[in-house]
């Protein structure tokens, strides 16, 4: 079992920046690539970035492609999102998730999901 905690949302304007965390104490975490998805009220969740194992690949959707950035600290057990310039309509709840197989931009390949962060981007 690979328990994922989010934390790092909140309010902002936009234009603004939030980093996200997504923490867990397993210790197979470093075998396990991450993702992180967003859901806005009314919509279907999507996938926002992703980073391979060793940290050493990372994926994004397109309209996200230079303000964001994912990251991994396999010290500390530890993904972050950088997310710079945020837009209104980048309001959601961001999660994060623990995958083992490829494909990472899919819901479906995610094994292990945390329970989500709010993060609000105002006008």
């Known amino acids: 079992q690979v328990h994922l905690v989010e934390s790092g949302g909140g309010l902002v304007q936009a234009g603004g920046s939030l980093r996200l965390s997504c923490a867990t104490s397993?210790?197979?975490?470093?075998?396990?690539?991450v993702g992180w998805f967003r859901q806005a009220p009314g919509k279907e969740r999507e996938f926002v970035a992703a980073?391979?194992?060793?940290?050493?690949?990372?994926f994004y959707t397109d309209p996200v492609k230079g303000r964001f950035t994912i990251s991994r600290d396999i010290a500390k057990n530890t993904v972050h999102l950088q997310m710079n310039s945020l837009k209104p309509e980048e309001t959601a709840v961001y999660s994060c998730?623990?995958?083992?197989?490829?494909?990472?931009?899919?819901?479906?390949?995610?094994?292990?999901w945390g329970q989500g962060t709010q993060v609000t981007v105002s006008s």
């Open positions: 397993s210790s197979t975490f470093s075998r396990y690539a």
């Open positions: 998730a623990a995958s083992r197989r490829g494909e990472l931009y899919l819901i479906a390949s995610y094994d292990y």
């Open positions: 980073i391979n194992w060793s940290g050493g690949e990372m």
